[in-house]
């Protein structure tokens, strides 16, 4: 069975970091394009980062120069590497597979990050 | 970045009518244009693709038509499954960005 299960979120003071997981499983996550994407409380999707073709990774602006995308393909896991964070970084969050570019055809239930004091 | 605009933000309608929402880009998407489903407390759900593709497993209820900057989905009879939220979604510009719209719920009227 095709799956993504992602972990590590929880609370966090602002400026904090954390890093979460996206454990995939009955596919090759290094064979497609891996994203990130985040749902503020009660307002619609955002796409986060994606990365494919080995290490080629891309940023939505908001979060540029603080969030790192990585993959491990010996453990066929993707993580999201968030420092700096901030109140308005508050959702939950998916990881999507893409097999073709933008299309995100497989989603994990996501994992909840609070930034809060 | 390229803005998609949905409307209505909320349509009310009873089960077994016809559902029609809209979804329009800032600029052309080509094609490239996707449809989601969530409900409350999921996960979204990839229903259609390249502007009428239907993903695997997906009911022929579900349709997606349009070109250029303006699009559909229609749901032909609406099932007590089918309300939720439903985003488009542009691809067009990818990467650097996917855009999502903000969303239509379908409720029970």
């Known amino acids: 069975e095709v799956q993504l299960v992602e972990s590590g979120g929880g609370l966090i003071q602002p400026g904090g970091s954390l890093r979460l997981s996206c454990a995939a499983s009955?596919?090759?996550?290094?064979?497609?394009?891996m994203n990130w994407v985040r749902q503020a409380p009660g307002k619609g999707l955002e796409w986060v980062s994606v990365?494919?073709?080995?290490?080629?990774?891309h940023y939505a602006d908001s979060v540029k120069g603080r969030f790192t995308i990585s993959r491990d393909t010996s453990k066929n896991t993707l993580y999201l590497q968030m420092n700096s964070l901030r109140v308005e970084d508050t959702a939950v969050y998916y990881c999507a597979r893409a097999p073709l570019p933008g299309i995100l055809d497989v989603w994990g239930p996501g994992t909840t990050v609070t930034v809060s004091s | 970045e390229i803005v998609m605009t949905q409307s209505p933000a909320t349509l009310s309608v009873s089960p077994g009518e016809r559902a029609t929402f809209s979804c329009r880009a800032s600029?052309?998407?080509?094609?490239?244009l996707a449809w989601y489903q969530q409900k409350p407390g999921q996960a979204p759900r990839l229903l259609i693709y390249g502007v009428s593709t239907r993903a695997t497993g997906i009911p022929a209820r579900f349709r997606g038509s349009g070109s250029g900057t303006d699009f559909t989905l229609t749901i032909s009879s609406l099932q007590s499954e089918d309300f939720a939220v439903y985003y488009c979604q542009q691809y067009n510009n990818w990467p650097p960005a996917l855009t999502f719209g903000g969303g239509t719920t379908v409720e029970i009227k």
């Open positions: 009955g596919f090759t996550a290094s064979s497609n394009y």
């Open positions: 600029q052309s998407v080509n094609n490239y």
């Open positions: 990365t494919f073709s080995g290490d080629t990774t």
